[in-house]
């Protein structure tokens, strides 16, 4: 009899686990992808305008984003995007979604290429925004990509990465 009752504790005790092993992976696979498949870029940027202060940067638009990115409109769902106003300036806050993840890839070599234009353009002519340049933020979040060049990257990409 105690044979039998040790047989079933541990018949329960692996139905049990099996149930939590289960019950951890499916919390864990849906999460990320969902929640950010749900989020804006205005709302992710809302986090970030929470983190750090933007009012000594301007807000630009899609013709800004195009200029600056060489990035179609038809590639983005939705973005934020904060650039210093000056030109003498290398402050920019950037949060695009991307309506594929599979543009991800794409769209961040684009913001690459902006990244290297800066460089160029800095490196003599004001080391001290080359800096920000050379240490910026450029990274990936499911259909998100966050570029940040600031004193307060650090805290933009914590915000960003907090918001997910």
């Known amino acids: 009899m105690r044979s039998y009752r040790k047989e079933i504790g541990k018949f329960i005790a692996a139905i049990l686990a099996f149930a939590v092993a289960v019950g951890v992976m499916a919390g864990c696979s849906g999460k990320e992808n969902g929640a950010a498949d749900a989020l804006s870029a205005a709302e992710v940027g809302e986090r970030i305008r929470q983190a750090v202060n933007l009012d000594d940067m301007k807000q630009g638009d899609s013709s800004?984003?195009?200029?600056?990115?060489?990035?179609d409109?038809?590639?983005?769902?939705?973005?934020i995007l904060y650039t210093a106003s000056s030109n003498v300036k290398a402050d920019e806050l950037a949060v695009i979604k991307v309506k594929d993840?599979?543009?991800?890839?794409?769209?961040?070599?684009?913001?690459?290429?902006?990244?290297?234009?800066?460089?160029?353009?800095?490196?003599?002519?004001?080391?001290?925004?080359?800096?920000?340049?050379?240490?910026?933020?450029?990274?990936t979040k499911g259909p998100f990509i966050l570029l940040a060049v600031s004193h307060e990257a650090d805290l933009m990409e914590r915000a960003f990465d907090g918001t997910f």
């Open 64 to 71: 800004k984003l195009s200029k600056l990115y060489h990035i």
């Open 73 to 79: 409109a038809g590639e983005v769902e939705d973005f």
């Open 101 to 139: 993840v599979n543009q991800v890839e794409s769209v961040k070599e684009k913001i690459r290429q902006r990244i290297e234009a800066q460089t160029v353009k800095f490196k003599d002519y004001r080391p001290d925004e080359y800096f920000l340049i050379e240490k910026h933020v450029l990274k």
